[in-house]
């Protein structure tokens, strides 16, 4: 089991910034995949940015150049810098962990099987 705690959502301003912080806990964090997922409002969840245990990276194409995904092994913490932010990045983000990936990609949630319990970003135009 994989226990996952999102922390530094908020409220910002279009234009700021907002660090996301997701501590994880349980088995070893090193060899996950982990990914950050957003709901917006009367949307379905979907990715944000993932990040493989050997660093590479991915990102969905609204946040490329804006947003970046990182991990601190040491400290068995992921994080999302998020960037130039807009009224549409206003969501509910989670944070994920996952092994496997399914028929749909490792960028669809059914390849995560671990998921944090959100946390909310709010940015006013």
């Known amino acids: 089991q994989v226990q996952l705690v999102e922390s530094g959502g908020g409220s910002v301003q279009a234009g700021g910034s907002l660090r996301l912080s997701c501590a994880a806990s349980?088995?070893?964090?090193?060899?996950?995949?982990m990914g950050w997922f957003r709901r917006a409002p009367g949307k379905e969840r979907d990715v944000a940015a993932i990040i493989w245990s050997s660093g590479i990276t991915f990102y969905a194409r609204s946040v490329k150049g804006r947003f970046t995904i990182s991990r601190d092994n040491a400290k068995n913490t992921v994080y999302l810098q998020m960037d130039s932010l807009k009224p549409e990045d206003t969501a509910v983000y989670y944070c994920a962990a996952g092994e496997y990936c399914s028929d749909y990609g490792c960028n669809h949630q059914t390849s995560y099987n671990y998921w944090g319990q959100g946390t909310q970003v709010t940015v006013s135009s």
């Open positions: 349980g088995r070893t964090f090193r060899g996950y995949r």
